[in-house]
């Protein structure tokens, strides 16, 4: 198995389990106080590893820097974590990480004007029908194992809503990516984000002192440094590798993976329900997902 190969498995592996520790930590600090520990910690550590190149982001770039921040890292994670901490890390995963191609697609044509061709407009189609079929499921229609909690519906909003903030982000960075390094970037993005995060956290959950004790306690502190290293650092840099040396369409086929490591991780750990209707669902949001990475 050749070097890239090693990495595209850890990464898969990586991003299929960071749904995990979110939903664990959220039994013990608020989800969106949970994301912007993470920021606080990873945008530093971004910037130090960007060393002189961190202060390289040109004057005419800063207003957008600090938009896409908003879009991509503030109300991405706010969404997302709270979307995680209320449904299943399985279903989660799949909306968000089989998601991406799909609302990538929708953005490039509403920011850019990008044409979009047949074929994607069947995997526009394809990946909504997906969400709604698993929409439907937790709101309780009588499929399968979910719909029981009324919360899980409005988890998986949440999370398909902040996968769409997040590819309108990273949309609206593409003007920008060629004007600042890459490390660079990332650590203004996550930095200026905690910044958002800490705010928003402040301003509409319970943050109490015990919360920041728990951030260095167990499983907390195990979680939140899990998803830092893990998540951030080391997924991150090798998807940046692997987008190098294999392309967009190879190194986005993680989106096929890491979803079912999520499903199984959460069915093993967590005793989490996934039953046929919810393995339907994830078969439609795949396929959409091929399609739209389809060369």
């Known amino acids: 198995m050749s070097t890239n190969a090693l990495f595209f498995a850890a990464m898969c592996l990586v991003w299929g389990l960071t749904f995990l520790p979110v939903k664990i930590a959220a039994?013990?600090?608020?989800?969106?106080?949970?994301?912007?520990?993470?920021?606080?910690?990873?945008?530093p550590l971004l910037l130090a590893w960007a060393g002189r190149d961190a202060l390289r982001v040109p004057a005419?770039?800063?207003w957008r820097l600090l938009g896409t921040a908003m879009l991509v890292n503030t109300a991405c994670y706010a969404l997302v974590f709270w979307g995680t901490a209320h449904a299943p890390t399985g279903l989660a995963a799949i909306v968000n990480l089989s998601s991406i191609p799909i609302w990538s697609l929708l953005a490039s044509r509403l920011v850019e004007g990008t044409a979009i061709t047949g074929r994607q407009i069947a995997a526009v189609a394809l990946g909504l029908l997906g969400l709604c079929f698993l929409f439907w499921t937790r709101a309780g229609g009588g499929l399968g194992v979910g719909g029981r909690d009324p919360l899980e519906l409005w988890g998986l909003a949440s999370v398909a809503l902040g996968t769409l903030s997040y590819c309108t982000g990273a949309v609206l960075t593409r003007a920008i990516a060629p004007a600042i390094p890459t490390l660079t970037l990332a650590g203004w993005q996550s930095t200026i984000g905690a910044i958002g995060l800490v705010a928003l956290s402040l301003m509409i959950e319970p943050v109490t002192p015990g919360?920041?004790?728990a951030l260095v306690s167990?499983?907390?502190?195990?979680?939140l440094a899990?998803?830092?290293a893990a998540g951030s650092l080391v997924g991150y840099t090798v998807y940046l590798r692997l987008l190098r040396d294999w392309g967009a369409f190879r190194a986005g086929l993680y989106a096929f993976v890491s979803p079912v490591i999520a499903v199984a991780a959460g069915v093993v750990v967590l005793?989490?329900?996934?039953?046929?209707?919810e393995g339907f669902g994830a078969l439609l949001m795949f396929g959409a997902a091929a399609i739209a990475l389809r060369r």
């Open 60 to 62: 005419a770039a800063r």
């Open 218 to 223: 167990w499983p907390t502190g195990q979680a």
């Open 226 to 228: 899990f998803i830092v």
């Open 27 to 43: 039994e013990h600090v608020p989800p969106i106080f949970f994301a912007a520990a993470r920021f606080v910690i990873a945008g």
């Open 211 to 213: 919360h920041l004790a």
């Open 271 to 277: 005793g989490e329900p996934f039953g046929w209707a």
